[in-house]
Antibody, heavy 122, light 107 residues
């Protein structure tokens, strides 16, 4: 079955960097667009970024543009999120999620990992 | 940015009762709306997409309806595992996806 496992979270000071990974199994990773979605403690959900199945098209939440970079390694079935210049407001649980559609995305998330917690604090 | 307003914020019901959750959009979404369930300590789970299509594995007691700016998630008869937070999400304005603030269904 579809399995997504995030890693790389932790406590980091404002202005520093962190790279999140999402290791996947149980499906043809290279055929699916993938997303990052975050949830601040006790708050709602916020979409962060998407990378299309082929790694070419990428989109970001306005507040992370220029600071976060999404990437993927289809040979390793792994999704990444490089987060630079972190701010306190980036503190959240970060989930990777699979798009419901293979190839071109429909922007619905049909499989989720359990998340990795990022805390930005001095 | 399209704003999604969910109501009520909290719904207090008993097992076996019917739950009706609302999601209102600040502009028309056509049918581009989904519903997710999030139990405490768990990741969200897709229930409904395109306003009324059940995702694989979603029990038949969950149904979605609506179009344009007003949408409803109905749970026909609450099971103990249905007590959770429910979020709506729009994709009409991609890539500017947005979620509603959530409705907590509690006993």
């Amino acid at each position: 079955q579809v399995h997504l496992v995030e890693s790389g979270g932790g406590v980091v000071q404002p202005g520093r960097s962190l790279r999140l990974s999402c290791t996947t199994s149980g499906f043809n990773f290279s055929a699916y667009s993938m997303h990052w979605v975050r949830q601040a403690p006790g708050k709602g959900l916020e979409w962060v970024s998407i990378i299309y199945y082929d790694g070419i098209n990428k989109y970001y939440l306005d507040s992370v543009k220029g600071r976060f970079t999404i990437s993927r390694d289809n040979s390793k079935n792994t999704l990444y999120l490089q987060m630079n210049s972190l701010r306190a407001e980036d503190t959240a649980m970060y989930y990777c999620a699979r798009d419901i559609s293979s190839r071109y995305p429909l922007w619905w998330f049909d499989s989720w990992g359990q998340g990795t917690l990022v805390t930005v604090s001095s | 940015e399209i704003v999604l307003t969910q109501s009520p914020a909290t719904l207090s019901l008993s097992p076996g009762e019917r739950a009706t959750l609302s999601c209102r959009a600040s502009q028309s979404l056509s049918s581009y709306l989904a519903w997710y369930q999030q139990r405490p300590g768990q990741a969200p789970r897709l229930l409904i997409y395109d306003a009324s299509n059940r995702a694989p594995g979603t029990p038949a007691r969950f149904s979605g309806s609506g179009s344009g700016t007003d949408f409803t998630l109905t749970i026909s008869s609450l099971e103990p595992e249905d007590f959770a937070v429910y979020y709506c999400q729009q994709r009409s304005d991609w890539p500017r996806l947005t979620f509603g603030g959530g409705t907590k269904v509690q006993i």
